[in-house]
């Protein structure tokens, strides 16, 4: 039997679709027409499947189901079901029975995704407008800076272990902390720690050393005074000790002895210091190694991006008017200092934004935690020039400094501005 005869409805057939035929189109306009679920066929279909009476049942499916007759007209009829045909007649759909079809169903997927497409963009305006009434918006976040990408060939950066040590260096900052030690000194007061620490900053520049020397020094005395009560006719003595011990630590090639002995004017002999150098080793029991402001501050100033040399300068010179002050230390660890000193020298050279992602990615702290430090760094600034302790004054006002000890303070950490 020929396999094309199995889909033409017989004779008998005929007058009851044609009979029921306005319902069945009725039905078909009021059902709401479904997407393309590929009912709709544009090539002919090899012969000796049944894939005619498959796309019958599909179109049914969408509420109008076809019947091919001899005429070639598409009669609709839903319920009856699809008898043998006769052997003369193929089933095959040509483009000129489906083109009718084919155009209704495609004007109405149109218009129901243009719909939805318009529904769509309606939504998200509202919700846009939504949004800023109630002053939400969606700004896009800084992009986080990888601040050691350009030293990933330099072995000395070590960058593979540079988070990782600076983690480190936070949860063990406590250690080489000090607190409040001055009621435990009777003939010292925070004064007199003041002009020693100005005295060591005019040593330190006389003599030319690094960086890490001078917060090295100062660290020194400060965790050696609060173990050991110290007159006030040696206090100078365990400044240049401590100096002499940094410089050991820190520089290639160290100061001598004489040297210490000779820059005080003589007030104490060579044994005097050696002494007291084997005391304040003793005291902290060789314990050096400590995370200084200064191990801090290098990070956060490459952390500042884009950075230059004014920008370094600044937050160096607003972290040194922090050492000098003895409450400073006391109140603020060394990585909190060096945070705000960063943030205070941005907003002095009005860097923007003046605390970005960056920044707080590699610093561990925000701007709301930074301000009050960083307020309390733009008084001493305000301060510097009238004080009687300059020497970090001078050593910022040169020229190979930037001169930013005269620039002028920022009104944004002003204490009226806030």
Known sequence: MDIASKVVLPQQHQLKGEVKQKNALADGRSRRVLQDIGNLLTERAPEGKKQASEVDVALAANGVALKRGVAGKAVPDQRKAIDKPKPETKAVISYDESDQETKHVSRNLSREGSSRKDGKAFSSVLTARSKAACGITDKPKDPISDIDAADIDNELAVVEYVDDIYKFYKLTEDEGRVHDYMDAQPEINEKMRSILVDWLTEVHRKFQLMPETLYLT????????????????????????????????EEIWAPEVNDFVCISDNAYVREQVLVMEKAILRKLEWHLTVPTLYVFLVRYIKASVPSDKEMENMAFFLAELGLVQYPTI???????????????????????????????????????????????????????????????????SNPDRCAVALVAPAKSLMPDSS
């Open 218 to 249: 100062l660290n020194i005395v400060d965790r050696f005074l609060s173990r050991e009560v110290v007159p006030r006719r040696e206090l100078q003595l365990v400044g240049i000790s401590s100096m002499l011990i940094a410089c050991k630590y």
């Open 330 to 396: 006391i109140l603020y660890p060394p990585s909190l200092i060096a945070a705000s000193a960063v943030y205070a020298a941005r907003c002095t050279l009005e860097k923007s934004p003046p605390w970005s992602e960056s920044l707080k990615h590699y610093t561990g702290y925000s701007e709301g935690q930074l301000r009050d430090c960083a307020q309390t760094l733009v008084i001493y600034q305000c301060l510097a020039a009238k004080s009687k302790l300059k020497a970090v004054y001078r050593k910022f």
